[in-house]
């Protein structure tokens, strides 16, 4: 069964650099899973942040970027801020009109 | 901007079937290339998608819950549905519909608010 992998937690310090990364139990994820990130702070629906690897949804600071490193995409927050608290999930496209998430990661500043 | 709501039942009990209808503001799903979704939330936990609507009137599932849910277009065209059978506990979560870009971004685009529901007897 495919999982979408993704850390269960991350911190960082205020103004530093963090990478959170979206891979799969087996494969590698590729430009072709068109993978999108979304922040999701308690009892708020989640928003949209990345999507096709690394196009910032309208309003997004340019200091969260998106990639591929390696063998999995990666929402990169530089200048981190303590409003960047949240969780963030991780989605791809499978094909065959099948999306699938990332477990999340809980993201500390401090 | 359109706008997603969800409405429904928020206590279902057991072993019955879960209903629930988004709304879309402006427009229908059966126009634009758009996907339209469910996904589920459990309390404390992460996102689960449980599958969309293609503009074409297509449905297709997420692998846990395949058996089932059933999406469809609702009694209007600018609503779609969701039925879940065989409610258990264990599907007790934040139900959101969202509506999805295809190609050549396949990204979720706007995000109804969410409605809550429990399953308990």
């Known amino acids: 069964q495919t999982v979408v992998t993704q850390e269960p937690s991350l911190s960082v310090s205020p103004g530093g650099t963090v990478t959170l990364t979206c891979g799969l139990n087996?494969?590698?994820?590729?430009?072709?899973?068109?993978p999108s990130w979304y922040r999701q702070t308690p009892g708020q629906a989640p928003r949209t942040l990345i999507y096709s690897t690394n196009t910032r949804s309208p309003g997004v600071p340019d200091r969260l970027s998106g990639s591929i490193l390696g063998n999995k995409a990666a929402l990169t927050i530089t200048g981190a801020q303590a409003d960047d608290e949240s969780d963030y999930y991780c989605?791809?496209?499978?094909?065959?009109?099948?999306?699938?998430f990332g477990g999340g990661t809980r993201l500390t500043v401090l | 901007q359109v706008q997603l709501q969800e409405s429904g039942p928020g206590l279902v009990k057991p072993s019955e079937t879960l209903s629930l209808t988004c709304s879309v503001s402006s427009g229908s799903v059966d126009t634009g290339s758009y996907h339209w979704f469910w996904i589920r939330q459990t309390p404390g936990k992460g996102l689960e998608w449980i599958g969309r609507l293609s503009y074409s009137g297509s449905a297709t599932y997420g692998p846990s819950l395949k058996s089932r849910a059933t999406i469809s277009v609702g009694t209007s065209k600018n609503q779609f549905s969701l039925k879940l059978s065989s409610v258990t506990a264990a599907d007790t979560a934040m139900y959101y519909c969202a509506r999805a870009r295809g190609f050549p971004t396949f990204d979720i685009e706007i995000w109804g608010q969410g409605t809550m529901v429990t399953v308990s007897s």
């Open positions: 989605a791809l496209f499978m094909g065959s009109g099948v999306w699938m």
């Open positions: 087996s494969g590698s994820v590729s430009t072709n899973y068109y």
